[in-house]
């Protein structure tokens, strides 16, 4: 069985000229948008554009993203934080914002009011800071994060 091919006499079939070039048109097109090569100010520049904002804008309502803020309500006392020498963080909290004066009470009050600011803490130590006459002005209060 030995079939020769004719190469002179033979016929090509094609697809129309057409549908080639549409589809052609339609890949240059998708590989121009994704490709970003279209100058500022063309019809396909300000498409792609408003697809961006389109997306920018309307995602958040389409699309749960889960980034809710915490619906914690801070202290309303204040509290100033300062840098521990150890990388730490030491919080200090005014005294009026303390009621109970037991030990295991204080840290439970020093606890609620520092969780709000800083996520979920452990107190390590905590230590009052008294004015001359001994009365108790501010409690320093030292974290790790959990």
């Known amino acids: ?7 002179q006499h033979s016929e090509f079939v094609t697809a129309p000229r057409a549908a080639v070039s549409s589809m052609g048109a339609i890949w ?22 408003t697809l961006i904002l389109l ?11 889960k980034d809710k803020p ?3 309500n801070p ?3 204040g509290v100033v934080v300062v840098p521990d020498p ?5 919080y200090q909290i ?9 030990g295991v009470d204080i840290r439970q009050q020093l606890q609620h009011i520092i969780e709000p600011i800083s996520g979920a803490v452990s107190i390590t130590k905590f230590e009052p ?10 409690y320093k209060v030292w974290v790790e994060k959990e």
């Open 70 to 72: 915490v619906e914690r």
């Open 55 to 65: 997306f920018v804008f309307f995602s958040p309502r389409l699309i749960n993203f």
């Open 129 to 138: 800071v008294k004015d001359a006459g001994g009365h108790v002005q501010s």
């Open 28 to 49: 240059r097109t998708i590989r121009g948008y994704i490709l970003w090569s279209y100058e500022r100010g063309s019809l396909h520049y300000d498409i792609m554009v």
């Open 75 to 77: 202290h309303p006392t």
């Open 86 to 90: 150890q990388g730490g963080l030491i």
């Open 1 to 7: 069985m030995n079939s020769q091919i004719d190469l």
């Open 94 to 102: 005014q005294a009026s914002a303390i009621t109970e004066r037991n």
